[in-house]
């Protein structure tokens, strides 16, 4: 069975104090590896794509790594209105159509001034 | 360019009460799916469609039914609602046949309370 496994559950930062988030999966093969910010009360925003391991993409004040069983999302040198939660998410290779996404809980992020 | 819309965002519902809730995607996507999100759960598959006329189901589909009528829209049913189907409905969408065609992108979601 496909899993994700986010952590931590929540972390919270002080501005500038750069992080690692963490999210770790187990599939029979992987087509993809997905990032998004979901704000509060809204759905979510796709960040990044991550088709193969050593594969990296940044926006801004994110960067994502990838590895065989892991993803990383780097924030560097945060800011206030970083502050949201992450979900990271794996398209299996076998899904039986459709290129359903398995999801992990998500990492809630606060960043302080 | 709207991107993904749903109708209603906010709705409340007496036990055995039914409702659709409406998605709509201006971005001529092939695929569709309906999701809800509970705290602590994450997001989970309800149905899905990959084309005009189809649908599947996804993890979660019990209490639930979809029709696929035209291709920009995604309808989701509740026939009898229960307080267990309290939660956040999100539709996304996703186009198939590019490369990062597996990208789905996500509606704002519809808060339902079921009493």
């Known amino acids: 069975e496909d899993q994700v496994t986010q952590s931590p559950e929540a972390l919270r930062l002080q501005e500038g104090e750069s992080s690692s988030l963490n999210c770790s999966y187990t599939v029979s093969g992987l087509r993809g590896l997905f990032w998004y910010r979901q704000d509060p009360g809204k759905g979510p925003e796709f960040l990044f794509t991550?088709?193969?391991a050593g594969e990296e993409k940044e926006k801004e004040r994110l960067k994502a790594t990838l590895t065989k069983k892991e993803s990383f999302l780097h924030i560097t040198a945060p800011k206030p209105e970083d502050s949201a939660t992450y979900l990271c998410?794996?398209?299996?290779?076998?899904?039986?159509?459709?290129?359903?996404?398995?999801f992990g809980t998500g990492t809630q992020l606060k960043v302080e001034l | 360019n709207a991107g993904v819309t749903q109708t209603p965002k906010f709705r409340v519902l007496k036990t055995g009460q039914s409702m659709t809730l409406l998605c709509a995607q201006d971005?001529?996507?092939?695929?569709m799916y309906w999701y809800r999100q509970d705290p602590g759960m994450g997001l989970r598959l309800i149905h899905y469609s990959v084309g005009e006329g189809t649908t599947a189901k996804g993890e979660v589909p019990d209490g639930y039914n979809v029709s696929r009528l035209k291709k920009q829209n995604f309808l989701l049913g509740l026939e009898s609602a229960a307080p267990s189907q309290t939660s956040v409905y999100f539709c996304?969408?996703?186009?198939?046949?590019?490369?990062?065609?597996?990208?789905?992108?996500f509606g704002p979601g519809t808060r339902l309370t079921v009493l």
């Open positions: 996304a969408s996703s186009y198939s046949k590019l490369a990062g065609g597996d990208t789905q992108y």
């Open positions: 991550l088709y193969s």
């Open positions: 971005m001529n996507h092939e695929y």
């Open positions: 998410a794996v398209h299996p290779f076998f899904t039986g159509g459709g290129n359903k996404l398995t």
